[in-house]
């Protein structure tokens, strides 16, 4: 009787969702009702889906023959099913019962943030009271969900990270080609270091050289999304997202050098990235040489740690290499990289990140009159003037 | 048979062609037991929709051989292949022939012996151990 409940749980939490999301859709700003509308659809899918699993179950019949028997397959769609549901419930849902006043705000300044790189079909949902730093749900790519930090709406210092979500949603906006041009320079990087092997004089290095590249072919597969994403933010929001990254991310690691989750590479590897890739694109910068010259006061710090071949296997051509395969894609498909003087938000953003490494009182008046323009030019006539809203209000089901 | 599976579940692109590719195999299996138990009608379905998921097992495998023997290339093979793999680096050579017999099986229009059918439900188990890694925050309490 477990199976047939699990399916009635499901039916239920579908009829749950589809009430609440009705309700939430009718008072959303345009871009949260855009994206509620098409999970609307897809929860008519997913009830769809749901349907056939019952009538799967009806009909199904251990095999006397065991290895004939479609148990697995079976559960194995209820799953997929049920992880649909679960994601709708505890990570959506809430996204949107606890919305701000201030999120109709940041999705109109995310979605001309978009519109400036070239991605003027893409509507962006902000949400602010929200557990994560940055992140993205970004599916629907016309609709994602951008998760940021509420305090980006009295100090815009951190905009630039959105740049690395961005990259996120370029994987579902340009699915499949887009990933699929990743792994091919993921792939042309791993021969390229194959035939480095070849050239390796040392018959022991050529082995343990050998090895080192057998291990790490699963983790450079399993971490490319993010790497490619923070490529896509230096690529697009230039220093800023550079200077931006390194600040947020210096005192995350006592040791930077290994992988602490396998969707992302080391810490060395991004904070080294961003200064690789605006120099491979002509965009040397002062302001780089201070971010590195800053990191390899803490790389000394950890002197050991570092796998024998982790130079080699993250060295800089590697990322010259992913950075070319995703600039081609951005310039092939319209969008605009950064470049000095570009205008605009990105602009904006720039300066304040070369504030931010100058001078406090200097950064301090960037923000508090950066984040007054924004929300003079992107706020909604109705929520204009409460600057501070997003901070002091608690989460509400009030209209936004 | 097959489910809509635009999701929202899913953690990264990897996870997302994980959960894609293991869909497809699954159907594939169960339209193949499904002939093999000569039961294809109650389902509706015809035996074309058989020799089509016939051939998606084959191009599953070809890539799943390729990606265990030369080191995976395409990003849904990549954790894939290491499992398989990691299950017993001392006689992949001997599994890999073993795939490599049945795939010739399967592309021969040959029957699909019961053996054939563990090997396949072993691979999807895999490939459900993989794409599991990204659901696990969905579930915590």
Redesign the interface.
């Known amino acids: 009787m477990l199976f047939p409940a699990k399916l009635v749980e499901l039916q239920q939490h579908l009829d749950y969702l589809q009430q609440e999301f009705s309700t939430l859709q009718g008072r959303a700003h345009p871009n949260l009702a855009g994206r509620i509308n098409v999970?609307l659809t897809?929860i008519a899918?997913?009830r769809?889906?749901v349907s056939?699993?019952e009538t799967?179950l009806a009909?199904y019949?251990a095999?006397a023959?065991p290895?004939?028997?479609?148990w697995?397959?079976?559960f194995?769609?209820m799953?997929?099913?049920a992880?649909?549901v679960?994601?709708?419930r505890?990570?959506?849902l809430p996204s949107y019962l606890a919305r701000t006043p201030d999120d109709q705000y940041l999705s109109n300044l995310l979605e001309a943030v978009h519109r400036e790189v070239g991605l003027a079909d893409v509507h962006p949902v902000a949400s602010l009271h929200q557990p994560h730093w940055f992140a993205a749900?970004a599916?629907?790519a016309s609709h994602p969900l951008y998760y940021v930090p509420a305090s980006l709406v009295s100090d815009p210092g951190e905009l630039a990270l959105a740049f690395h979500e961005m990259g996120?949603v370029l994987?579902?906006l340009w699915a499949p080609d887009f990933?699929q041009r990743m792994?091919?320079a993921i792939?042309d990087a791993?021969r390229r270091k194959e035939q480095a092997i070849q050239s390796a004089a040392d018959p022991s290095d050529r082995q343990s050289m050998t090895q080192a590249l057998?291990e790490w072919?699963?983790p450079a597969?399993?971490e490319?999304?993010e790497v490619v994403c923070d490529v896509v933010g230096t690529l697009l929001g230039g220093p800023a997202f550079v200077v931006t990254l390194a600040i947020g991310l210096l005192a995350t690691s006592a040791s930077p050098f290994q992988q602490h989750t396998?969707?992302y590479p080391p810490l060395d590897c991004r904070m080294r990235l961003g200064g690789v890739v605006l120099r491979h694109i002509g965009l040397a910068d002062p302001i780089i040489d201070r971010v590195e010259a800053g990191w390899a006061q803490v790389q000394q710090l950890y002197t050991t740690g570092r796998q024998r071949w982790y130079s080699w296997l993250y060295d800089d051509e590697y990322f010259r290499q992913i950075a070319t395969a995703v600039q081609e894609q951005l310039l092939a498909r319209g969008v605009t990289p950064y470049s000095a003087g570009i205008g605009g938000i990105r602009e904006q953003i720039s300066v304040g990140a070369a504030a931010r490494m100058d001078e406090e009182q200097a950064y301090r008046s960037w923000a508090k009159s950066t984040a007054a323009e924004l929300r003079r030019v992107y706020a909604p006539a109705s929520s204009s003037s409460s600057s501070s809203s997003s901070s002091s209000s608690s989460s509400s089901n009030s209209s936004a | 048979m097959p489910v809509v599976m635009n999701g929202f579940a899913y953690t990264s692109y990897k996870h997302q062609s994980d959960q894609e590719l293991l869909s497809r195999l699954s159907n594939a299996i169960l339209v193949l037991k499904l002939q093999a138990q000569g039961r294809l009608g109650q389902y509706h379905l015809q035996s074309q929709e058989a020799e089509q998921q016939r051939e998606t097992l084959v191009e599953f495998l070809d890539d799943l051989i390729a990606g265990t023997v030369g080191g995976a290339t395409k990003l849904a093979f990549a954790g894939l292949a290491d499992r398989v793999v990691k299950v017993n680096p001392a006689d992949v050579q001997d599994r890999v022939a073993e795939l490599r017999r049945l795939r010739q099986r399967l592309a021969g229009s040959e029957d699909i012996r019961d053996n054939d059918f563990r090997i396949v439900d072993s691979l999807q188990a895999l490939l459900e151990a993989e794409a599991a890694e990204d659901v696990r925050s969905l579930y915590r309490l």
């Open positions: 999970q897809w899918a997913l769809s889906g056939m699993v799967s009909l019949q095999a023959n290895a004939l028997d479609t697995r397959q079976l194995s769609t799953q997929a099913l992880h649909q679960q994601a709708l505890i990570q959506q749900s599916v629907p996120h994987f579902q990933g792994q091919g792939a791993i057998l072919r699963v597969f399993r490319m999304e396998p969707a």
